[in-house]
């Protein structure tokens, strides 16, 4: 079964640093892209960071440019996502996605989403 | 930035009505456009990719279509369990943007 797993959620104060990561399964985690979409309560969806399968090219929303960074462990099938600098409008429920293809078009759309994992940043 | 508008922002619908959310992009993306169905507490799940690609085990009563700025997505008879919030995404270029959603709610 195809699973994504996050973690690393939690109570932050304004300017501190969280570090998510999504563990993944029942798939070959090297061939796929992922991202990662967050979603601030009663809000809807906003897309935050991606990385193609290999690691090397990586891609973000405006909003986190310079804080955020995304990572991948293929030998571990995880995901990373480190914070910094966190303000109170990255409180939000933070997704890992599973791009749908493995081929041309990686980005494509969201195939398989992990169940989320809330970020509260608040002093 | 592209700009993805949805509308309406909610609807109100029977069971058995044909429901149509639709989605405009604010330049064109071709047909690289998604569409998720997210119910509260849950992950989204994905409709539609690349504009009419019905995903694996999505009931057929879902379809889309549309190309460069506007976009369809049908409900052709709604069901109990299609009372959700729907949100269409660009996938043409970086960064990738969300409609702001529409909410089904029942009639």
């Known amino acids: 079964e195809v699973q994504l797993v996050e973690s690393g959620g939690g109570l932050v104060q304004p300017g501190g640093s969280l570090r998510l990561s999504c563990a993944a399964s029942?798939?070959?985690?090297?061939?796929?892209?992922m991202s990662w979409v967050r979603q601030a309560p009663g809000k809807g969806l906003e897309w935050v960071s991606a990385?193609?399968?290999?690691?090397?090219?990586?891609y973000y929303a405006d909003s986190v440019k310079g804080r955020f960074t995304i990572s991948r462990d293929n030998s571990k099938n995880t995901l990373f996502l480190q914070m910094n600098s966190l303000r109170a409008e990255d409180t939000a429920v933070y997704f890992c996605?599973?791009?749908?293809?493995?081929?041309?078009?990686?980005?494509?759309?969201?195939?398989?989403w992990g169940q989320g994992t809330m970020v509260s940043v608040s002093s | 930035d592209i700009q993805m508008t949805q509308s309406p922002s909610s609807v109100s619908a029977s069971v058995g009505d044909r429901v149509t959310i639709t989605c405009r992009a604010s330049q064109g993306i071709s047909r690289w456009l998604a569409w998720y169905q997210q119910k509260p507490g849950k992950a989204p799940n994905l409709l539609i990719y690349?504009?009419?690609s019905l995903q694996s085990g999505v009931p057929s009563r879902f379809s889309g279509s549309g190309s460069g700025t506007d976009f369809t997505l049908t409900i052709s008879s709604l069901q109990p369990e299609d009372f959700a919030t729907y949100y269409c995404?660009?996938?043409?270029?970086?960064?990738?943007?969300f409609g702001g959603g529409t909410k089904v709610e029942i009639k």
């Open positions: 996605a599973k791009g749908r293809d493995s081929g041309s078009q990686p980005y494509d759309a969201f195939h398989i």
């Open positions: 990385t193609s399968g290999s690691g090397i090219s990586t």
């Open positions: 995404q660009q996938a043409n270029s970086f960064p990738l943007t």
């Open positions: 029942g798939f070959t985690f090297s061939s796929y892209a």
């Open positions: 690349v504009a009419s």
